[in-house]
């Protein structure tokens, strides 16, 4: 049975930082392109990083480029999101997902992904 959680989201102020985990399982993760999404009510999900099997090619969508940091940890199935200089703009819910393909974290479009997490929310006040 595939799971992928997420965890670490919550309320900062802006210029705070979070660290967003996913753990996954039912799937061997190593094999996965990995990726963060957002979603803030009444837009569209957002690609905000994705990053390859083995971690050597990443993706940042251009607001959070130089503030968010991707990694994962294919030992422990766990995939992360380090958030920094968090802007009121960043409030949304954060999902993780899992794709298949190797190459769709270039691109990061949802439509590629195909396990995904139930979210967890960021909120950052101004």
């Known amino acids: 049975q595939v799971q992928v959680v997420e965890s670490g989201g919550g309320s900062v102020q802006a210029g705070g930082s979070l660290r967003l985990s996913c753990t996954a399982s039912?799937?061997?993760?190593?094999?996965?392109?990995m990726g963060w999404f957002r979603r803030d009510p009444g837009k569209e999900r957002e690609g905000v990083s994705c990053?390859?099997?083995?971690?050597?090619?990443?993706y940042y969508t251009d607001s959070v480029k130089g503030r968010f940091a991707i990694s994962r940890d294919n030992a422990k199935n766990t995939l992360y999101l380090e958030m920094n200089s968090l802007k009121p703009e960043d409030t949304a819910m954060y999902y993780c997902?899992?794709?298949?393909?190797?190459?769709?974290?270039?691109?990061?479009?949802?439509?590629?992904?195909?396990?995904w997490g139930q979210g967890t929310q960021v909120t950052v006040s101004s």
């Open positions: 997902a899992a794709a298949r393909a190797s190459y769709v974290w270039i691109q990061c479009v949802s439509s590629d992904f195909t396990y």
């Open positions: 039912g799937f061997t993760f190593a094999s996965y392109t």
């Open positions: 990053i390859s099997q083995t971690g050597g090619g990443t």
